[in-house]
């Protein structure tokens, strides 16, 4: 209670609205995942560490993690041109644009595989046009960050979009008054208000790749120790009947991405708290 | 005022009942559901042939065609011996995949799986008994198939036998054993050639899987991936896959694909089951069963047979024997010591498998 | 009137004065990479899945989308997503105003707890139910001894679905009310309103872009789940079968047309969202407007 500062007198709702939040949240999310604790501690010790730290899984956290850091990066720096330009500019067919964006969403992700896939083998559009530059996508860990960033781009448009719109024409018509060149207004009064979404847009992508399953194997080749991806372990594991072993490598990836999550979204609101007291 | 705040309340109540009937609405649903899913048990209680019953079975992959023909054929057989309607659901997945559902709770009244492995799975649990594979005539498996191989028209690499699998730029396309059962008949078929060729000598034989698996450029996940690869995309020089598959990918193909077949294979006996305790709680006992039975019957073989599946009926398999061409076959009993000893020597964690990948390269 | 989205920032676009835009020159290079990029991204793949499913004529495709398994499927997909999107829309309000509205302890964590369905792998997010309510499950035993099934049936592809989409219209409205923060509604409290009333006349017209995207991301997310709820599911045909499981069915039978056909569908569904949007984006404008 006593954390709760002053404003809450001011304005209605708190009460109702978090204990609906949490109360929602543990029935949808965490009593779900409780299981998944329970299931590991099914294991000793141990043998948790056996199974997280073998030398194929290490290597399958690395394909992942690597993969997807690297889609989350392109989608952020395209992701963001694309939400600006969708915001700001004209042109035809930006409405379809528009549309277009959400489309991964739609698709389920096993047809996103597939397709991607029929696009970048050596056989299809792409991949036969890349192949004699000896640069090969599809069945290499490359194919595998094509198919993250068509499934992580929404994730930063669509949290940088409506920012990018509700920012005041003011701020940078005051910037503009002062002096301040296009690329400096940028910097220095767009980017900060930015930066939030972008972080969250980043986290998300990134936070989704890990885990990607239905696009990614058909156009990873799962090779072992190469283009194994940790998700496509947890499968191997259950199909051996080995269900804790499998949620425990399913903790590790979920620890994974909480802990990142958890980061950025400190940073972020540490840095929207300096940015408003600045 | 008032009027807000009643609103306020009511809002609060709708949303703590949608709440609640989103996690109950299982029970709603599953009210409705129910009676349609035990028509079986119901009116056998009472005594009365029911008019109509359904079966759920949960088969692998490959066996889409054919149960779906089957299906056909019993269902009007059903139909004229006791008058009564069945209506045959079909679920298929990867064998293993599907074991696990039957597992945790999908109401199975029969298995149709790839692998004796995934059904004693399902007899570890008591879902069946332990012997459940004498339940049925051979093993339980009233089709048979085997491991061969598909190739380019004109085989341009010259692809006869599992050595050629092993030279230098062959690519071999095969799902992966540890999520794919046929991929598992794939791997214990080299095996078992490659242990003959080398007199037991196992070294060797890793030796051979090592530079088999070299020449391995994608692992599908499953059998139809696998096909998808080498068809579609076009990649690799020669496809492992069961019989009827390979059938069935040159019938849709066309004619750019050939069938070779090895001097020595395995034989694979994808085994069926009725699951006890769901016939028992459904009171589908007797139609589950005469289901299986029917696979036995000539009609039942011939539709096996004109699926690509070996019968076991010799009337039926002398008619189709050009279709089947004679090879030495190896048995998962005899030559690897039964699905668990494989399983564990094999395709466990740290198996002959993973020591391909996980040792040296 | 498609997107007022679009219509709002057209507007404000040819009202940007010279200086505040950038030069032609800019302009175009910026708009050409973008859209580059999203042909590169998302429609090619989207072509491809057109052309496929046209390969073999129009006749192939309209008799693959209105068989018999694929209606079913498509009802029990609108079913899903009509449930669980409204829900997780409910929810996402309630805690973008408890999070941005208020201050309190341990609120990084509960929104990082929100987030966290996205983290999970979608094998993983099928796999909690069945490790729940499944016949080895913790509740799984009890519940079906007196006769409820939640997997393998519609309620655990619904609750997977909600699983999956849990974050989205949360995560959509968090970062926009915060930087909104709390004036206009402290305004509002100083003026007299109260509680709904302020939330619908004040905060709803400031948020309602967000707010639509995040359902229509929700939607379409619901309708395209596959891994989720391909666990939970048991495939059994015309039963339990949702449309991207239906793909799934048909492309591993051979029926590539087929399969991509219904693929279509489903792009078909998120277009048809997406004018729905548009269509209340026009009314949003218009009403206000009137005002």
């Known amino acids: 209670m006593a954390t709760i500062r002053n404003r809450r007198q001011v304005l209605p709702g708190f009460r109702f609205t978090l204990g609906f939040t949490v109360l929602y949240l543990s029935l949808i999310v965490l009593i779900p995942l409780a299981g998944l604790v329970v299931k590991t501690a099914g294991l000793t010790l141990p043998q948790f560490w056996d199974t997280v730290t073998s030398a194929r899984v290490l290597a399958s956290y690395r394909v992942s993690l690597l993969t997807a850091f690297f889609a989350a990066l392109v989608n952020v720096v395209f992701g963001l041109l694309v939400a600006w330009v969708l915001v700001r500019y004209r042109f035809p067919g930006k409405k379809i644009v528009d549309g277009l964006i959400d489309l991964p969403f739609a698709l389920p992700t096993a047809v996103a595989g597939i397709a991607l896939t029929a696009i970048y083998a050596p056989n299809g559009w792409i991949g036969s046009l890349l192949e004699p530059l000896g640069i090969k996508v599809a069945y290499t860990p490359l194919g595998i960050s094509v198919a993250l960033v068509f499934i992580g781009l929404p994730f930063v448009v669509r949290t940088v979009q409506p920012v990018l719109q509700e920012l005041e024409k003011d701020t940078e018509e005051a910037a503009v008054l002062l002096g301040a060149y296009r690329w400096r207004t940028f910097r220095k009064v767009l980017l900060p208000e930015l930066v939030p979404p972008l972080l969250t847009g980043f986290a998300l992508a990134f936070s989704r790749g890990i885990g990607e399953y239905g696009s990614v194997v058909f156009i990873s080749g799962n090779m072992p120790m190469k283009t194994e991806i940790t998700p496509l372990l947890i499968i191997t594991k259950l199909e051996q009947y080995e269900y804790s072993q499998a949620t425990a490598i399913a903790l590790v990836l979920l620890l994974i991405s909480f802990a990142l999550l958890l980061l950025i979204n400190s940073l972020q609101r540490w840095t929207n708290r300096r940015l408003r007291s600045a | 005022m008032r009027n807000l705040k009643s609103i306020r309340l009511l809002v609060v109540v709708a949303l703590i009942v949608s709440v609640l009937s989103a996690c109950g609405g299982g029970k709603n649903n599953e009210g409705s559901a129910s009676p349609s899913g035990s028509q079986g048990a119901s009116p056998s209680a009472g005594g009365k042939v029911p008019k109509s019953v359904e079966l759920l079975n949960v088969s692998y992959d490959p066996t889409r065609e054919l149960y779906a023909a089957f299906n056909k054929s019993f269902a009007e057989h059903w139909k004229q011996e006791t008058g009564q309607t069945v209506k045959i659901n079909q679920s298929h997945g990867g064998s293993g995949a599907q074991s696990r559902q039957v597992l945790d709770g999908l109401d199975a009244d029969v298995v149709t799986l790839a692998l004796a492995y995934d059904i004693d799975a399902l007899a570890d649990k008591g879902l069946l008994k332990s012997d459940w594979q004498n339940a049925f005539e051979s093993n339980s498996s009233p089709y048979t198939s085997t491991i061969v191989f598909l190739v380019r028209k004109g085989n341009p690499k010259g692809i006869k036998d599992w050595d050629d699998l092993i030279k230098k730029g062959v690519q071999v396309i095969t799902p992966n054993p540890k999520t794919s059962g046929g991929a598992r008949w794939n791997y214990l078929a080299a095996w078992g050639y490659a242990l003959k060729q080398n007199n037991g000598d196992e070294a060797k034989v890793k030796e051979f899987m090592k530079q088999l698996f070299d020449n391995v450029p994608v692992l599908d996940t499953g059998a139809r991936g696998a096909t998808t690869t080498f068809v579609e995309r076009k990649i690799g020089d020669v496809l492992l896959a069961w019989e009827n598959e390979a059938y069935l990918a040159k019938k849709e193909y066309g004619d750019a694909f050939e069938i070779v077949t090895p001097s020595l294979s395995i034989l694979a006996e994808p085994p069926v089951a009725v699951v006890d305790k769901v016939v028992d709680k459904k009171g589908t006992r007797e139609v589950a069963e005469a289901y299986l039975k029917y696979l036995y019957t000539p009609e039942g073989q011939e539709i096996a047979a004109q699926n690509f599946y070996r019968p076991r009926l010799q009337e039926v398999a002398d008619k189709y024997k050009d279709q089947f061409p004679e090879l030495n076959l190896l048995t998962i009993d005899a030559d690897f010591g039964g699905w668990k000893v494989a399983q564990a020597k094999h395709f466990a964690d740290g198996g002959t498998f993973d020591q391909i990948y996980t040792k040296g390269s | ?291």
């Not at chain 3, 940007?16 to 302009?27: C, D, G, Q, T």
């Open chain 3, 1 to 291: 009137m498609a997107g007022a989205v679009t219509t709002v920032t057209e507007l404000s676009a040819e009202q940007r004065p010279k200086h505040l835009n950038e030069s032609r020159a800019v302009r175009i290079t910026l708009i050409t990479i973008a859209l580059l990029f999203v042909g590169l991204v998302v429609v090619l793949p989207m072509i491809t899945v057109i052309a496929q499913a046209f390969r073999k004529g129009w006749e192939a495709y309209v008799s693959a989308i209105s068989e018999p398994d694929a209606l079913s499927a498509l009802r029990l997909t609108l079913l899903t997503a009509l449930i669980a999107v409204p829900l997780n829309t409910l929810f996402g309000a309630a805690a973008a105003w408890a999070i941005t509205k208020f201050r309190f302890r341990g609120k990084n964590l509960l929104i990082t707890l929100i987030d966290l369905p996205f983290a999970v792998s979608p094998v993983i997010s099928g796999l909690v139910y069945i490790l729940l309510f499944g016949a080895q499950g913790l509740l799984g035993p009890w519940l079906i001894d007196h006769g409820y099934k939640i997997v393998f049936a519609t309620p655990g592809i619904i609750l997977a679905t909600m699983f999956v989409t849990f974050p989205f219209v949360a995560r959509e409205l968090i970062p926009l009310m915060e930087t909104q923060g709390t004036q206009d509604e402290e305004a509002a409290v100083s003026l007299g309103a109260k509680g709904w009333r302020i939330f619908f006349k004040v905060t709803l017209p400031n948020i309602k872009w967000g707010l639509l995207y995040g359902i229509i991301l929700c939607n379409a997310r619901a309708m395209g789940e596959f891994g989720a709820v391909s666990v939970v599911s048991g495939h059994i045909r015309g039963e339990t079968n949702t449309l991207p499981l239906h793909i799934e069915i048909l492309y591993n039978e051979y029926q590539y047309t087929a399969s991509f056909a219904v693929a279509s569908l489903l792009m078909l569904l998120a277009i048809v969202t997406l004018v729905v949007k548009g269509l209340i984006e026009g009314r949003l404008v218009r009403s206000r407007h009137k005002e």
